[in-house]
């Protein structure tokens, strides 16, 4: 019987339940090769960083909303240099920020679920169908809605693989792996931004709440539909 991608994944969900981030990656590369990509929002380079070293020619989705925080930007260019082998690919809505807003007025404050999913879902879906898996750095401690994040589960969503390697992690483990090596960081998480999206929707979390509490603050929104 042929072994589907969705296959692949139910059977890697439990023979990598308790695998490092190193080793989700190394299967990662090993049985993807070229066809998978690392998502970043640029607020670090950890999963970069982690993903560099099991596979150096990495591609690296970002999600040119147009509406980020220059230090964002920043942080993408800054990427670019500090790991050279890596290739950028910057996954941009149909219309620009300009058009949108001609047409639809400003939909961040309006109908912020419609401009994430014209701005980062249809750009992420459209980019992914060009591999068979993608890495993300959701961590089960980010927000209630992801406490049960599974290291390799089955996108049904976009139909193919996803490898969430530091799912895992706690907070302190991710900020010793920030300071143990060195990694590039979003100069906003030191100005108390520990979760950065688009500019419009980002506020810093009260005292007490969770990280991503600061995204889409008062609408009762708390994901963009990338990861559910």
Same mark, same amino acid.
């Given at each position: 019987?042929?072994?589907?991608?969705?296959?692949?994944?139910?059977?890697?969900?439990?023979?990598?339940?308790?695998?490092?981030?190193?080793?989700?990656?190394?299967?990662?590369?090993?049985?993807?090769?070229?066809?998978?990509?690392?998502?970043?929002?640029?607020?670090?380079?950890?999963?970069?960083?982690?993903?560099?070293?099991?596979?150096?020619?990495?591609?690296?989705?970002?999600?040119?909303?147009?509406?980020?925080?220059?230090?964002?930007?920043?942080?993408?260019?800054?990427?670019?240099?500090?790991?050279?082998?890596?290739?950028?690919?910057?996954?941009?809505?149909?219309?620009?920020?300009?058009?949108?807003?001609?047409?639809?007025?400003? *939909?961040?404050?309006?109908?912020?679920?419609?401009?994430?999913?014209?701005?980062?879902?249809?750009? *992420?879906?459209?980019?992914?169908?060009?591999?068979?898996?993608?890495?993300?750095?959701?961590?089960?401690?980010?927000?209630?809605?992801?406490?049960?994040?599974?290291?390799?589960?089955?996108?049904?969503?976009?139909?193919?693989?996803?490898?969430?390697?530091?799912?895992?992690?706690?907070?302190?483990?991710?900020?010793r792996y920030i300071a143990d090596h060195g990694i590039l960081e979003n100069p906003l998480v030191q100005e108390g931004y520990?979760?950065?999206?688009?500019?419009?929707?980002?506020?810093?979390?009260?005292?007490?709440?969770?990280?991503r509490s600061g995204r889409w603050a008062g609408t009762g929104k708390t994901e963009c539909g990338l990861h559910g």
């Amino acid at each position: 019987m042929t072994t589907t991608h969705q296959d692949l994944a139910a059977r890697a969900e439990r023979e990598l339940a308790g695998a490092s981030a190193a080793q989700a990656l190394a299967w990662t590369a090993e049985t993807f090769g070229d066809e998978f990509i690392v998502a970043s929002n640029m607020q670090d380079a950890v999963l970069i960083d982690l993903a560099y070293r099991a596979k150096r020619d990495i591609d690296v989705l970002f999600l040119e909303t147009g509406y980020h925080f220059a230090e964002t930007i920043g942080t993408r260019d800054a990427v670019a240099v500090v790991y050279p082998e890596v290739r950028i690919v910057n996954a941009e809505a149909t219309q620009s920020v300009a058009d949108q807003e001609a047409e639809f007025g400003l *939909l961040n404050q309006t109908n912020p679920t419609q401009c994430c999913f014209l701005r980062k879902v249809v750009p *992420l879906r459209e980019t992914l169908s060009g591999y068979r898996a993608w890495v993300t750095g959701v961590r089960r401690v980010d927000a209630p809605t992801r406490a049960n994040t599974p290291i390799v589960q089955w996108d049904e969503r976009n139909g193919l693989v996803k490898v969430n390697p530091i799912a895992p992690w706690s907070d302190d483990e991710f900020t010793r792996y920030i300071a143990d090596h060195g990694i590039l960081e979003n100069p906003l998480v030191q100005e108390g931004y520990p979760s950065i999206g688009c500019k419009p929707c980002t506020a810093k979390p009260l005292p007490g709440q969770d990280a991503r509490s600061g995204r889409w603050a008062g609408t009762g929104k708390t994901e963009c539909g990338l990861h559910g």
